[in-house]
């Protein structure tokens, strides 16, 4: 006996179900690009913001103006420090201390609200402290 094999006409079985959903794979796009996005916002940007302001050339005399404002009352007069915070004339790893005045710490707010040219100003006039000038 020959066994027939059915005949199925094309397209019979299957009826469309395969075919990729136009509205689903636009859901996957989105969330892939949504996912990368936020991978860019958590590793890109604070390293990117602490080069932006490496890369500037601060204005020491600015920055000293600067320092009076914001940071005399804890670090004191030249960066010799008081009861309220350390001195200052010893830390000198930039890229450290731009971490430090844009995160904060525990003890000392985040000066993330001064622009990038006014943090260049102030590390400019760190470093004069650090050299003793
Ligand atoms: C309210 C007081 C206060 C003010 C205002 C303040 N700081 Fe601080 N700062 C501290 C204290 C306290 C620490 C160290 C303790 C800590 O890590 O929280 C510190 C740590 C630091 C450090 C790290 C030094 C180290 O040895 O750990 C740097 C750099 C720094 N401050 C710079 C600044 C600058 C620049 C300003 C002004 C824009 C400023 N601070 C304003 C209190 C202050």
Redesign the pocket.
Known sequence: MRSESPEVAPGRLSNGSGAPCPRNRIGELFAVLLLILFAVELVGCPGGRVADVLALDGDPTAGEA??DE??L???GSGGVGTV???E?T??GAEA??VS??LDG?????S?DF?SDEQLAD?LAF?EELQAGL
């Open positions: 600067l320092y914001h940071c009352a804890c670090h309220r915070g350390p200052l010893g830390w450290a201390t430090v005045l710490t525990e003890e000392m707010e000066y001064l102030l760190m």
